[in-house]
């Protein structure tokens, strides 16, 4: 069990169109949600918080009108890269916890994005 | 000052040998919990091990292995007979709770060892 997917896994688009990305927690339902970004041969660097219901919280130095973050469901979160440039180019995962075992994450497939 | 260091930032190896990657972290809290991801070319992350604060038996589990010392703050992770299928970035993680966020763990996430095992 806890099997989250994300949508589309690729996608490449031109600069200045907004792009979405959809996370989904398949067999279970995610109380929290979180993005991450990720830059080649680097770590994961967590974007946002999301819970179901309320407004997602960012990390210091992430432009919340730039990465919108909607959790519209218990299953269901979608990160929007609005405008993008090439500089937003780079690997998203998304992860999932459940309401028990908050400590454990589920991370799913990733996205990658690619802004020409 | 990074909370989860790990040193090592490429290892290589043939095919047979064992390997250890090291991972070193640093938290005031007492309870918090520790991770090992393994990120292959795919991009996906593979949950390998959790360990909470409390439990500091060592694991085994095939070739795997993990040895948590809390008196020096590491969490290190053995494969024994590498295989090139090993080859991969492997992640330690530390969670902690994070006040305010309705209960959330937050992981802080190592740089990565990228484990390259030749045939």
């Known amino acids: 069990g806890a099997v989250v997917s994300q949508h589309p896994s690729r996608v490449i688009c031109k600069s200045g169109t907004s792009v979405k990305i959809e996370c989904r927690s398949l067999d279970f339902q995610a109380t929290t949600m979180f993005w991450y970004r990720q830059f080649p041969k680097k770590s994961l660097m967590l974007m946002a918080t999301s819970n179901e219901g309320s407004k997602a919280t960012y990390e210091q130095g992430v432009e919340k009108d730039k990465f919108l973050i909607n959790h519209a469901s218990l299953t269901l979160s979608t990160l929007t890269v609005t405008s993008a440039h090439p500089e937003d180019s780079s690997f998203y995962i998304c992860s999932a916890t459940r309401e028990w075992g908050k400590e454990t994450q589920y991370f799913g497939p990733g996205t990658r994005l690619l802004v020409l | 000052a990074q909370k989860v260091t790990q040193a090592q930032t490429e290892i290589s190896v043939v095919e047979k040998e064992d390997v250890t990657l090291d991972c070193v972290y640093e938290?005031?809290?007492?309870?918090?919990?520790l991770f090992w991801y393994k990120q292959p070319p795919s991009g996906e992350l593979v949950f390998l091990i959790r360990?909470?604060?409390?439990?500091?038996q060592n694991e085994i589990s095939g070739r795997y292995s993990w040895n948590f010392q809390k008196s020096t703050s590491s969490f290190n992770f053995t494969i024994t007979a590498s295989q090139v299928v090993d080859s991969a970035v492997y992640f330690c993680?530390?969670?902690?709770?994070?006040?305010?966020?309705?209960?959330?763990?937050?992981?802080?996430f190592g740089r990565g060892t990228s484990l390259i095992v030749h045939p």
């Open positions: 938290t005031r809290d007492t309870t918090y919990y």
């Open positions: 993680a530390l969670s902690e709770a994070r006040s305010g966020a309705g209960g959330s763990y937050i992981p802080t």
């Open positions: 360990r909470n604060s409390f439990d500091e």
